[in-house]
């Protein structure tokens, strides 16, 4: 009898993981059964970290005892996404010989190497063999972010966006950059861009946290002949979908988020995760 019990109590536990399985497989899986991929941002030189990224890349950077490349790429494991594009510039290949494949991290890692620094849109364009076949994912790699992804996904898919940019509330907004979204997360003006017939108010003025889920239809706005053209995604391609009506969105994100760019928000962040009044999920 007790054999019996054991049997049916062990079947409901397999089950229950295989749901589980089913329903992870099924929301980070793209229509095709391909894996989501992902890619970091990682050319930049590091300049607000200098003397360090004179001789160092910023993303090899130590932030609370590990390279700061290493919480994006960890974040998107988390989340089931294995195969990556980082591209490469200032001292590049310190950060490929520190990561290799990605197999260390349980990743699949492939390098976009960038003669010149060719800025966020042409660094996505160089990648589109890379990210061509579907929904993808962008994290700058000075980024630290407690976002649970199955959410951005959800929202994502939800609205059939094109371009979905993670956004969060700083009364420094338009300081960096800042643009508004309505009551339904579209956003309706980027930077000085408006779109011709933009909705009625209220608005939600928010900034950019360095996390974007696309889709590859906006390849569409970038030059076809530009694959060595260095500009700018916020500068160009987003007022262009913005102008265009593109289902261009915004996702409200109120948790724990630091840039890392300087030593001062790095001992920051260091002593928020240190005391544990920050923590990140995906750890």
Known sequence: MQNAKCKVQKSKMLSSFCIF???????HCPEGGDAMKGMIFAAGEGQRLRPVTDKMPKALVRVAGRPMIEYPL?????????????????????IEAYLGDGAKLGLK?????????????????KAKPFLRDGTFIVVNTDVLIDLRLADLIDFHRAKKATATLVLRPDELADQYGSMDIDSEGRICRFLQAKPPAAPAGPYTKLMFTGVQILEPKIFDYMATDAGSAKFGTTKDTYPKMLMAEEALYGFRFDGFWQDVGTAERIKQVEDRLGKGSSRLHYL
């Open 74 to 94: 960890l974040l998107l494991r988390h989340y089931g996404v294995r195969e990556v594009i980082i591209n490469l510039h200032h001292l590049g290949e310190q």
């Open 109 to 125: 890692i492939t390098y976009s190497k960038e003669q010149e620094l060719l800025d966020t849109g042409g660094g996505l364009l």
């Open 21 to 27: 399985q089913f329903a992870f497989f099924t929301l």
